[in-house]
């Protein structure tokens, strides 16, 4: 009940705000966010009884009736001059009708309370000290002029450096967390198009055709193009002729009133109505639908054979069944939390499918968007380590970038010993040498040479007028001369800096930690979704 009461909630929102109707896969997408919504407020609940976190009677009798009430009370007793009508609470309270809803909602404020206590705690854990605002400070408030020599590790050829099967074992092993892979399936498919037939289209072209006298007897044109739901919205202001665009001209020689004839427009009907002019300026409605394919000759239809294939494909054999029917099998792969699917697009709804498949079993037919499918799980790989032959090719990019760093590296330092000064440097590599103004101490690119952290955290490190060594930046080996600094100073930070640096560090904190809050917390629980065998 709690799961449908979510989801409802969610296609309501969607269908009051855009007035569309909901796609298969728009509504997939709300019932998984219905799901994890559930479920990570039973693991805070959980956590909050781990905690020990509890709201007493007192404080619940405080949210009610003490000086400063929970807001939803506030909200429903608050007179004009801000105070509580104690009165109208008490009456409210010692209702005998009202005893349930009391109920309701006092296990609604002490579920608030508890919540807010578990916030509280979990903020205490990140309070910002005064060092870290100074550091931020200055981090945010300094600047560096600087040259440079760049050296780009992609000058290295591949002719430069050897591999051994000994390296790229030891890499591999070495950086497993690199490759690992989540549980992914092998599946083939065959799909029915949605696309509307040309009696779909017909069909609409006749709704808008029988709207048109309606539409133009409308004393209220807004209302009646919200009320009938077209899919141009009622915009009501005036408009020059020269900027209508050209799909919409035929407005244009319309008299005040008129609706014009059905114009179709990328496939879909259209009708004009001009509301007024005012010399060279229309105002002007329309009235259109998307042509879409009739949920009952059409979609029912493909909706009828898509479960006729499943039902004598389980016994006859799926590609046996498809090859009978004229059906293309295809074949794809997806990955479990990552909804898109080569040759399918974005699918919450396959990808749940097939977690629930077995191997070699086959799916109830999946309704989306453009298309019926029924899919045949051919195997599912479990979570894991990819294996060394399926990731050999990154795993020798990655040894190969790392030989090109060392390489270059050991380069310029050989340069370096003859040519101290950055000029000479340039001279013998037969380089430019480069210059950044205004280099921010916490920035994260250097113009001219793209992103490089470690680099600039190293010119920071320098005097003014000082030649680094060779510095390893994540694309290139730089030397770097420091010509100028403009770095902050504590003492000038104000009051205000320092609130707004303290409540961006405690935000950024807070944000943080939530990122990976409840998926700690999901890793340490057991959950299981069964909502395969209530909703089938």
Known sequence: ????????????????????????????????????????????????????????????????????????????????????????????????????????????????????????????????????????????????????????????????????????????????????????????????????????????????????????????????????????????????????????????????????????IDGNPFVFKKIDQQGDEIKFAVLSYRVQADPIATIDRLAEQAEEFKFYASSDGFEDEAERRDLEVRQATATKDNPFIPGLGASQQTLRALENLSENSISDPIELDEVFIVARLIEKTPEGTRPFEEVRPQVENAVRTQKRKEVMTNRVNELLQSNQDLESLASASEKEIQSANDVRMNGSTIPGAGRELSVIGAIFELEAGQTSGALEGENAVFVVRALDFDKADPANMTAADRSEIRNRLEQEKFMAFNEVFIERLRENASITDNRSQILR
């Open 1 to 264: 009940d709690e799961y449908n009461q979510r989801v409802s909630f969610y296609t309501d929102q969607f269908s009051q705000q855009s007035g569309q109707p909901m796609s298969p896969e728009m509504r997939a997408m709300y019932e998984n966010q219905a799901w994890e919504d559930l479920v990570a407020a039973r693991l805070i609940q959980q956590k909050i009884a781990e905690l020990g976190i509890s709201v007493t009677d007192s404080e619940l009798m405080d949210m009610v009736t003490g000086e400063n009430p929970a807001p939803f009370i506030r909200q429903q007793f608050q007179q004009e001059d801000g105070t509580i009508d104690r009165i109208a609470l008490r009456a409210a309270i010692e209702a005998p009708e009202n005893s349930e809803i009391w109920i309701m909602i006092e296990q609604q404020l002490r579920e608030n309370r508890r919540q807010e206590k578990l916030n509280n705690f979990i903020s205490s854990g990140m309070q910002v000290s005064s060092l870290d605002i100074r550091d931020e400070f200055i981090r945010a408030n300094s600047f560096a002029d600087i040259e440079f020599v760049r050296f780009p590790y992609s000058e290295v050829s591949n002719d430069e450096i050897t591999v051994s099967e000994d390296e790229l074992r030891t890499y591999y092993n070495n950086n497993s967390s690199r490759f690992q892979r989540s549980e992914t399936y092998s599946f083939q498919f065959v799909s029915w198009d949605k696309t509307p037939t040309s009696q779909d289209t017909t069909n609409t072209i006749q709704e808008i055709e029988d709207l048109r006298p309606a539409f133009e007897d409308a004393m209220n044109d807004s209302l009646f193009v919200l009320r009938y739901q077209s899919a141009v919205p009622y915009r009501g202001n005036f408009v020059a002729t020269e900027d209508i665009r050209e799909d919409y001209s035929p407005v244009i020689d319309l008299e005040v009133g008129e609706v014009s004839d059905v114009v179709m």
